[in-house]
């Protein structure tokens, strides 16, 4: 199993950026997926954005395409979360996620997760 510590979430405005890290320990190798994935109080856990630790491929959900960038850093076995033009729609709990296969964005496929880390944006 892999083991994950997620950091960098907090308060900014809105219009701000964050920049979320993922540190991965355990088991990982280039046929892992790892993804972020969020949830808003009340709200079900919502699909993020997603990469191989190959480097090849990388997805967004819809509500943050153009304005999010997933990237991976294999030497530090850490995957990061670019956050820019953020609203207050994207206040939440922000979780990184991994799975051993191909890159889905169903939260039920992963089966290593983060503790989480609170992003709240201000109006």
């Known amino acids: 199993q892999v083991q994950l510590v997620e950091s960098g979430g907090g308060l900014v405005q809105a219009g701000g950026s964050l920049r979320l890290s993922c540190a991965a320990s355990?088991?990982?190798?280039?046929?892992?997926?790892m993804a972020w994935f969020r949830q808003a109080p009340g709200k079900e856990r919502e699909f993020v954005a997603t990469i191989r630790w190959s480097g090849r491929g990388t997805y967004y959900g819809d509500s943050v395409k153009g304005r999010f960038t997933i990237s991976g850093d294999n030497a530090k076995n850490t995957v990061y979360l670019q956050m820019n033009s953020l609203k207050p729609g994207d206040t939440a709990v922000y979780y990184c996620?991994?799975?051993?296969?191909?890159?889905?964005?169903?939260?039920?496929?992963?089966?290593?997760w983060g503790q989480g880390t609170q992003v709240t944006v201000s109006s």
């Open positions: 355990g088991r990982t190798s280039s046929r892992y997926t």
């Open positions: 996620a991994a799975r051993f296969g191909l890159a889905t964005m169903d939260a039920q496929e992963f089966d290593s």
